[in-house]
């Protein structure tokens, strides 16, 4: 394999006016088309190809809620992006208010517990980095006791264990859904062409008859060949079951489920912000009523694989192939004990939905956006790993450095690499339907805690 000196050498950024096919229309691919497109000097013609219409409904940005932070332990790039993402949320929110349309971005602020009797270390690198920035000002670290005054009904997590928090002013979620729906309107109006459904529905790479590692274009599901003189892959959780990604990212399942709380409930929780509860030990995270009357918890873990046949690909299992599927059952079991002991108001109110959200989960967690080193041309931007959404307004500008061959800070973070995986990787629970742990729990069994 080349490494990435050699084939950034090889990949030559597109000549003014050239058409720049891009497959996915999710958070990677309309933010890079809008980027793209805003740049008139380069009068690019830039074309989104995508399966369905947007939002695809099995997207993982086809979503109520997605956090925005900047809380990125020792990932300065990360916080500096999301800081900048952040005020282009807000600068959206004005758009839509003069619209008269709902916010996309919510500034609820972010409570992150510690399990521990002090802060962890990547908590700890997360305040330091803030500060550093110039924003101690955002940071205010709190005691048990501070913790039970202003959130009391995180009294019973303090009880188990929860010793200190810090609150970050400035952060909160996203409706991602809206969002994107708000920046394919945004490409719209700046010239992206779309071509959506099975017209939009890739099939494979088109390549030079003269040489197979010339991408010329795609072909899509219809028969017909769409050419291009690049093309930017942005499948999310599907891109290495419909590319060669030398086992850079795997698609992994992370489990979603929704609440419905009462009015009695919803008083009590009227002030809960975006939380992570232990996040670098347990995973699970929340987020508060979404005005809609409805809370969302995750947790994000190793989570799940779908193999397919022949060579084991994990391929996302999703709602719109798998009508009846929910979430696993050792899952929920999971969901449920831990808000016993975190949140147990939540114990009385019934999962109204829930779903497996899939996503590109690289081998370190940091995103892979580079020329492929096995052709020319063509540009991946995948691994996700499920934090990308809240960089939506700023992701295409980065994006679009690497497709003019750009040398930056960013770039190379996300340069194509060869990397070792680590231990247990690939070692994770299979969906299998007649499997008492991992099979999916019926409607009857989302209502009841005892399994």
Sequence with gaps: MQSHQQHQRAYQAPAAGSKIIIVGGGCFGLSTAYSLALNKAKN?????????????????????SKVVRMDYGNERLCMELAIDSIDIWNQWNKERAAQDLSPVYHNTGMLV???????????????????????????????????????????????????????????????????????YNKCKSVGVQFVLGD?????????????????????????????ADRVVMCTGSWTSSVIDMHQQVIATGQVVVHFRPSERVKKILSNL??????????????????????????????????PRKGDNVSVPRTQSTHEGDTIPVQALRDFREYLQKFLPITDDL????????????????????????????????????????????????????????????????????????????????????????????????LRSSKL
């Excluded at 912000?273 to 995750?298: C, E, L, M, T």
């Design 44 to 64: 690019y013609k830039v074309w989104v190809y995508d399966r369905e219409e947007i939002p695809v409904r099995d997207a993982a940005s086809n979503d109520i």
């Design 113 to 183: 517990f510690s399990g521990e009797d002090k802060l962890c270390e990547n908590e700890k690198n997360t305040l330091h980095h803030i500060r550093a920035a110039g924003h101690a000002d955002w940071i205010e670290e709190l005691n048990a006791e501070q913790i039970v005054s202003r959130y009391p009904y995180f009294e019973t997590a303090v009880k188990n264990g929860i010793s200190c928090a810090y609150y970050n002013k400035v952060g909160g979620w996203c409706n991602s859904a809206e969002a994107i729906k708000h920046i």
């Design 199 to 227: 017209q939009g529905c890739f099939t494979g790479l088109e390549t030079d008859k003269s040489n197979n590692r010339s991408v010329i274009g795609i072909r899509t599901k219809t028969g017909d060949t769409h050419l």
């Design 273 to 306: 912000p975006v939380w992570f509860g232990d996040f670098s030990r347990i995973g699970f995270y929340g987020f508060p009523d979404n005005g809609d009357g409805i809370i969302k918890i995750a947790k994000h873990s190793t989570g799940y694989l779908n």
């Design 350 to 445: 019934d999962i109204t939905y829930s779903r497996v959200c899939w996503y590109s989960d690289s081998i370190d967690g940091q995103f892979i956006i580079d020329a492929h080193p096995d052709y020319d041309n063509l540009i991946v931007a995948a691994g996700d790993s499920g934090h990308a959404m809240k960089f939506l307004p700023m992701m295409g500008s980065r994006i679009s450095e690497v497709i003019e061959n750009q040398d930056t800070e960013y770039t190379r973070a996300w340069a194509w690499r060869k990397i070792v995986p680590r231990a247990g990787f690939y070692d994770r629970p299979i969906l299998v339907d007649d499997n008492h742990i991992v099979r999916m729990v019926t409607s009857a069994e």
